[in-house]
């Protein structure tokens, strides 16, 4: 990580509101990357429809085409073709930024992704860099399917070599894609299609860097600790807002499992004894098992009870709104985690006080 020596890292908090704008976070992805472009012409995106429709198929690339004839490359519909030429182009010098349509294509370059460009630093010790930036799309609850539906993190996480990166919201966009395109590993970036037109005040000037594994804290509080990403960490601030709970919401932004920020996870930990890990996807697709395994080894002794999970259920979401529904995580699966959380919270309290009245 030594190519970060030097860099601006930024939060939101660092800027005045006169620094700031508005912007929905598909504006932002168009943004972000323009601007570096705009800097390094080594960056080349490649994709389905990349240069068609006025910036692809949801906007990402609006406005780029003009401006950066000929590094905007249509590819056809064969992901292991494209992921594969995009791996090579990483070792050859370029920048490959590779947009999938929709997040489940990338089983289609499984071999590619997974067995090449995430091992090969590792194979020659170090000596070539692969700086490919591999954007997935996850539509959520909007009825697209069991095939364009998966959350990709939990089977990159699986992989050694790939760093994950998930914004929740449009100022961690940017930070994150520029940290994204200065990193010599393949990164994957999550970009939820529920969160596309949530505006978010963001700099003026798109200069900043969001560093790899650093997790934030969005609500403060002394209960419990929730841990979240990507579309749930909104809903999880409004439930705690709603049920009037004191807790600590902690927005991960990183996924990949050596980069997880075990640091800040454990201070609040520490601080709450009872954690729970909200994810939106389905309980097989979950990344949450190996974070609760990783927080119990390390925090055991701080715990109050087993970390929770609310996830999906075993069941791909499907394009019947009800089964939908049904098959991911929403915002009355977050209410009753934190009234569970409550509850066992006021019972420990209550046998505590029974006890410590036995002693007297």
Not at 77 to 85: D, H, K, M, S, V
Not at 92 to 101: D, F, N, T
Not at 239 to 244: A, H, I, L, Q, R
Not at 255 to 284: C, N, P
Request: charged share 25%; aromatic share 6%; with cysteine.
């Amino acid at each position: 990580m030594s190519e970060f020596e030097g860099v601006r890292y930024a939060e939101a908090e660092d800027y005045t509101p006169e620094d700031m704008e508005p912007l929905s976070y598909i504006e932002a992805m168009s943004r972000a990357m323009g601007a570096r472009m705009a800097e390094d012409d080594s960056i080349h995106v490649f994709g389905e429809d990349v240069a068609n429709m006025g910036g692809g198929t949801v906007g990402a690339t609006r406005g780029l085409t003009e401006k950066f004839a000929g590094r905007l490359v249509n590819t056809p519909i064969t992901e292991n073709g494209f992921c594969g030429l995009a791996t090579g182009a990483a070792l050859s010098g370029l920048k490959p930024v590779v947009e999938l349509m929709y997040s489940d294509f990338f089983l289609v370059a499984g071999d590619q992704l997974l067995n090449q460009a995430g091992k090969i630093r590792h194979l020659f010790n170090g000596t070539a860099a692969v700086p490919l930036v591999l954007r997935a799309r996850i539509p959520g609850p909007e009825g697209y399917g069991s095939q364009h539906s998966m959350d990709p993190a939990g089977v990159f996480a699986l992989f050694p070599g790939w760093r994950i990166l998930a914004p929740s919201n449009a100022f961690d966009y940017v930070g994150l894609l520029n940290s994204a395109l200065r990193c010599k590993d393949p990164v994957l970036v999550i970009e939820p299609q529920q969160l596309h037109k949530r505006k978010t005040p963001v700099p003026k000037v798109l200069d900043y860097y969001i560093p790899i594994g650093r997790a934030k804290r969005v609500r403060e509080g002394d209960q419990i600790t929730l841990l979240t990403t990507l579309t749930m960490v909104e809903e999880c601030c409004r439930m705690v807002d709603e049920t009037g709970i004191r807790a600590d919401v902690i927005d991960l932004r990183t996924l990949s499992q050596r980069d997880i920020d075990y640091d800040t996870i454990g201070r609040s930990v520490m601080k709450t004894g009872r954690v729970a890990i909200v994810e939106q996807t389905t309980r097989g697709a979950s990344l949450g098992a190996l974070i609760a395994d990783e927080i119990q080894r390390r925090y055991f002794d701080y715990l109050d009870q087993p970390v929770k999970r609310v996830t999906g259920r075993w069941a791909p979401p499907v394009v019947s709104q009800a089964l939908e529904r049904a098959a991911l995580a929403g915002e009355d699966d977050i209410r009753s985690l934190i009234q569970e959380m409550q509850a066992d919270s006021a019972l420990s309290a209550a046998r505590s006080e029974s006890v410590h009245a036995a002693r007297a």
